[in-house]
């Protein structure tokens, strides 16, 4: 089974940047969706970024500040994050496919 593994979050400061990062192995990567979730306490998980073969798409919180990429012979996902608030402070997960990464945790504060 595919296991997406995340790496990158961290503790900054409201404006800083940061970039996650998520891999995986033994599938088809290229051929395949993947989107980056996000989940602050008592709150839904919700889709921060999704990218696929037809496109890509942001919410609207993110729209600007945030950027996916993806590296398909590396099979990497990235999530390129500017202009951090506190507000963006959660726990986020990669998805591939169907697949979930464990998290990795972002913390916007000063």
């Known amino acids: 089974q595919v296991q997406p593994v995340e790496s990158g979050g961290g503790l900054v400061q409201p404006g800083e940047s940061l970039r996650l990062s998520c891999a995986a192995s033994?599938?088809?990567?290229?051929?395949?969706?993947v989107a980056w979730y996000r989940q602050a306490p008592g709150k839904q998980r919700e889709v921060v970024a999704s990218?696929?073969?037809?496109?890509?798409t942001y919410a609207e919180s993110v729209k600007g500040r945030f950027l996916i990429s993806r590296d398909n012979a590396k099979n990497l996902v990235y999530l390129q994050m500017e202009g951090l608030k506190p507000e963006d402070t959660a726990v986020y997960y990669c998805?591939?496919?169907?697949?979930w990464g464990q998290g990795t945790q972002v913390t916007v504060s000063s």
């Open positions: 990218t696929w073969v037809g496109g890509t």
């Open positions: 033994g599938i088809i990567f290229s051929m395949m969706a």
């Open positions: 998805k591939i496919g169907n697949n």
